[in-house]
């Protein structure tokens, strides 16, 4: 960077290097009662400039009378005009005051206001009469054919005459009262610079944090999606070649391909078995995959309760009997039709209740209760919502209960029983079997549809999981 | 960044007072508004929180009218060294012209001082300077608390570095003085080497140096020359 900047450029490279003027550091008003006393109490009226000569206060004292008459006249004016020009250009080299005389014979005290060394400005302290001195007489020769002597003389015996040492020490506080006055303004600029400064850095900072947490966010989501995609892709390819083991044993076993032995029949029987619990947990791979890819459609229609309770609990009867376990299932009367994806209403039953008996002991119950429901529903309120009248609603829902005599699940692992991939008993992997996608996808089903899913358990004694269906779809805000 | 008005006949310097929280970067200041001649520093002005400790920065001007007629400023900042005031820091280092590392002498702060000074390099960095290429000193302070690096191990880091090294007790002015003659040298140096301060603005070097560190008559202390000159 060039330190030499042209004439009147402004440098920004440092916030705290900028140089105020005596306007932006004083807080004017105060300050002009301030010199507005000081005038009163001494009787002798100045004027203060800035650094540029721009004239900030201007007081008046007992000399106004005087100075105002002889400025009636071309000549007073004229002269009193050059005056103040030389008191604004008067060269301030020391930091003492300097004397000048005027054409009346008045007398003024120039101070320079520093600040740091720095020149900020200038007093011009008086018109006042030197006690040493005496003032000149004025002509009307000199001054214009109106000019009356008499008039002036009067006027001038309302100057105030000070001792010179006198004048010089009052100009001397003055000049001590703006330093520390500065000296203050200067302080707050500074801090307030800085404050304006530091917040402005924060948030740069913080804009930079968010850009690059949104990219790793933007990445990540890119990422997650690739692999929801990829399985998607995967398990679809495994699933056709699967679909053809299993056929191609069906026909075996109907004999299509001549009789079997007792042996082989078995072991067809068990790649038969075996391939068709592949092919379920690789459908459900499959629908896991859909919903974390964002892929989930529903196919809405007007759905039958009864008949899609019907068709789970078949799909899971023959586990149960396997398991010796009772299912009960209680459907409450007048339960209204819904709109919804039956498929997936049904896939839901299938997976809580495949869970219900799974876990449960054996001779144990699962009972599958469907009723008539209100939730009560908060709306949002506020600028954008319902007034408070309104916001509290009830909502006809249709509320269906899974409770189980199995294992339970304990208080702690509650919370992550429907994440993906969750399996509350490591262990249990291996005994129970499964994905532990069964309730992440029960999960994303029910709330697909507007409603909500809830577990309560007790170790020991079972569990049981709620899922409320709204019957009225929800409006899209 | 050294400002330089040709028209106003003015020159104004910035020097940074940096390193960990409490190593006296404030006491140094201090030191130095009571060590020096009155004519020649403004006030000091501190910008701190209720618990004394820097929120935002102290700062005092010192100054002189050199021969040639130039007026000639120099304004000694200091940064607050706690962590949480990071853009702080960054913006009083803007523009830096040369910085004093107050590092603290005790052995259990050695941490301290390598974060400070690594906060430094990329606060300046992120204000477009580069710690290689400006007048750096370092001070050990607080030489008098027990359990200090000793005077051995100090000068023989010294001796492999490329910043010069003082040692001070800032507390007591000691070192405070010889610091500040030291960056002020080196400062110049750099400044000249550069833009070629001597021959534009007819200001040489001792004239800056003892211009600026005229030493108070009532402060006590010898008129001593200023500490190690800077390489």
């Not at chain 1, 919804?340 to 449960?360: E, S």
Request: net charge neutral; proline share 5%.
């Amino acid at each position: 960077m060039n330190p030499f900047p042209a004439a009147g450029g402004r440098d920004l490279s440092s916030a705290l290097q900028r140089n105020f003027s005596l306007s932006e550091l004083l807080d004017v008003a105060v300050f002009r009662e301030v010199c507005d006393s000081y005038a009163d109490l001494f009787q002798i009226g100045f004027r203060i400039l800035d650094r540029a000569g721009e004239k900030l206060i201007d007081t008046k004292g007992e000399s106004a009378d005087y100075c105002a008459y002889l400025f009636n006249f071309p000549a007073g004016k004229s002269r009193c005009t050059a005056e103040v020009t030389a008191l604004r250009q008067m060269d301030l080299p020391g930091a003492q005051p300097l004397v000048h005389d005027c054409f009346t014979g008045l007398r003024y005290l120039v101070m320079p206001i520093l600040y740091e060394g720095d020149l900020m400005g200038r007093i011009l302290y008086g018109p006042y009469l030197p006690a040493e001195g005496r003032p000149l007489a004025l002509s009307s020769e000199a001054m214009g054919e109106k000019f009356n002597p008499d008039i002036a003389a009067r006027l001038l015996l309302r100057v105030r005459r000070v001792p010179q040492a006198a004048a010089q020490k009052v100009v001397r506080h003055l000049a001590q009262v703006i330093e520390v006055m500065v000296h203050t303004g200067y302080k707050q600029a500074l801090t307030s610079r800085m404050h304006v400064e530091a917040v402005s850095a924060s948030y740069n900072e913080l804009q930079d944090k968010n850009r690059v947490l949104q990219e790793s966010f933007e990445r990540l989501k890119e990422l997650d999606r690739l692999k929801s995609s990829f399985l998607a892709t995967v398990s679809h390819e495994l699933r056709t070649p699967l679909t053809s083991v299993i056929g191609y044993s069906e026909m075996l076993l109907e004999g299509l391909a001549g009789a079997l032995s007792p042996e082989q029949t078995d072991y067809v029987r068990t790649i038969m078995e075996k391939g068709e619990n592949l092919l379920s947990l690789i459908t459900s791979i499959l629908d896991f995959s859909k919903v974390e890819s964002g892929n989930l459609r529903l196919n809405l229609s007007n759905c039958n309760l009864g008949e899609i309770v019907r068709a789970a609990v078949t799909t899971v009867l023959p586990m149960a009997r396997k398991q010796s376990v009772e299912v009960v299932v209680r459907v409450g009367e007048n339960l209204p039709s819904l709109v919804a994806d039956g498929d997936k209403i049904r896939q839901v039953l299938v997976n809580l209740l495949g869970n219900a008996i799974k876990f449960n002991r054996k001779g144990g119950r699962v009972e599958l209760e469907l009723v008539n429901a209100r939730l009560p529903r908060r709306q949002p309120t506020g600028a954008d919502g319902l007034p408070e009248a309104l916001a509290q609603t009830e909502e006809p829902v249709v509320l269906v209960t899974v409770r189980d005599t199995g294992i339970g699940i304990p208080q702690d692992k509650l919370h992550r029983v429907f994440d993906s991939f969750y399996q509350v008993d490591g262990s249990s992997t291996r005994e129970y079997g499964g994905t532990g996608l069964g309730l992440a996808i029960a999960k994303s089903f029910v709330e697909a549809h507007g409603g909500t899913i809830q577990v309560e358990s007790e170790v020991g004694k079972g569990s049981v999981f709620r899922f409320v269906l709204p019957v009225e779809r929800p409006t899209q805000g | 960044m050294v400002q330089i008005n040709l028209e106003q006949r003015e020159i104004t310097l910035k020097i940074v007072y940096y390193g960990p929280a409490l190593s006296g970067k404030t006491t140094n200041l201090q030191a130095i508004h009571q060590l020096m001649d009155p004519t020649v520093r403004g006030r000091l002005m501190v910008l701190d929180t209720s618990d004394d400790r820097t929120l935002f920065f102290d700062l005092m001007p010192v100054f002189f009218r050199s021969r040639s007629g130039f007026s000639v400023k120099v304004k000694l900042f200091t940064a607050p060294g706690q962590v949480m005031h990071s853009s702080t820091r960054r913006v009083v280092l803007q523009a830096a012209d040369g910085i004093v590392f107050v590092a603290d002498s005790q052995r259990s702060m050695t941490r301290a001082n390598n974060d400070s000074w690594r906060d430094m390099a990329h606060n300046l960095k992120q204000n477009g300077l580069n710690v290689q290429e400006l007048p750096v000193v370092i001070q050990f302070n607080k030489r008098d608390l027990p359990d200090v690096r000793s005077d051995e191990e100090i000068d023989e880091v010294a001796r492999r570095g490329r910043e010069p090294v003082f040692k001070a007790v800032a507390l007591r002015g000691e070192g405070v003085m010889e610091t500040l003659a030291g960056l002020l040298r080196f400062t110049w140096r750099t400044l000249d080497a550069r833009h070629g301060l001597s021959s534009k603005l007819h200001i040489e070097e001792e004239e800056f140096i003892t211009s600026l560190l005229r030493l108070s008559p009532t402060a006590g202390m010898a008129d001593q020359a200023p500490g190690r000159s800077a390489p």
